[in-house]
């Protein structure tokens, strides 16, 4: 059963570039979280999604910034138009249905946007 | 607005000894609380899940409390091995689901 996979690990943009970050949570999970992360800084909440809803959008920018979990496959957090300011590691972390489980996280994203 | 607080900010200790983190939380509608490790670079890994009606929960060298009346927990490392050294970061659930983390804790074990 493997945890929460992220990928790429590491990805590089040019400014005015897309990134496309993408988050596979653990098998039966059905509750995804994205966090972002600068250097000397806490966890920032990004978005909470279940499948095929946004649950709580209120920690991502208005513009630029989207996320998706769609029936099948991955949840997708996706970056557009980048600027250097978005240059952070960004975590997906995942969970039950109970408010009492355990919440896992990938290894993250690290994006340098140059 | 549900806030977390972790004290201190960073801890250096010699091997050996025993330690404690705390971490302080605003709303104590909480369902959960969770402690993490997080080494330089890499993501976070889950050390203790204590549910509200838990007072303590227990791995290894690792003891973790909740007082949820106060807004407090206590994540107590017995014996600290150089290999403890990392960022260890409090979070809280509430019935919104969502993750409310503190600033971490930057922990140094000193051989």
């Known amino acids: 059963n493997a945890g929460v996979m992220q990928n790429p690990r590491h990805l590089v943009r040019r400014r005015g570039q897309e990134a496309r970050l993408r988050c596979s949570p653990v098998?039966?999970?059905?509750?995804v979280y994205w966090y972002r992360q600068l250097p000397e800084e806490g966890l920032k909440f990004m978005v909470y999604l279940q499948k095929e809803n946004i649950i709580d959008e209120s920690g991502m920018p208005k513009e630029r910034f989207s996320a998706e979990f769609p029936k099948e496959g991955p949840s997708i957090l996706r970056i557009q138009q980048v600027v250097r300011g978005d240059s952070a590691a960004y975590f997906c972390?995942?969970?039950?249905?109970?408010?009492?489980?355990?919440?896992?996280f990938g290894q993250g994203t690290r994006l340098t946007v140059v | 607005k549900q806030e977390v607080t972790q004290i201190p900010a960073a801890l250096s200790v010699p091997e050996g000894e025993n330690l404690v983190l705390n971490c302080s939380f605003t709303?104590?509608?909480?369902?959960?609380l969770q402690w993490f490790r997080q080494d330089p670079g890499k993501g976070l890994t889950s050390l203790l899940l204590i549910q509200s009606s838990q007072r303590e929960q227990t791995s290894g060298r690792l003891n973790a409390s909740l007082d949820k009346s106060s807004g407090r927990s206590t994540l107590y490392i017995a014996a600290s091995q150089p290999g403890d050294s990392a960022t260890y970061l409090c979070a809280v659930v509430g019935s919104n689901y969502k993750l409310t983390f503190g600033k971490g804790t930057l922990l140094t074990v000193n051989p």
């Open positions: 709303d104590s509608a909480i369902y959960n």
């Open positions: 972390a995942s969970s039950g249905d109970s408010l009492n489980t355990e919440a896992f």
């Open positions: 098998k039966g999970h059905s509750h």
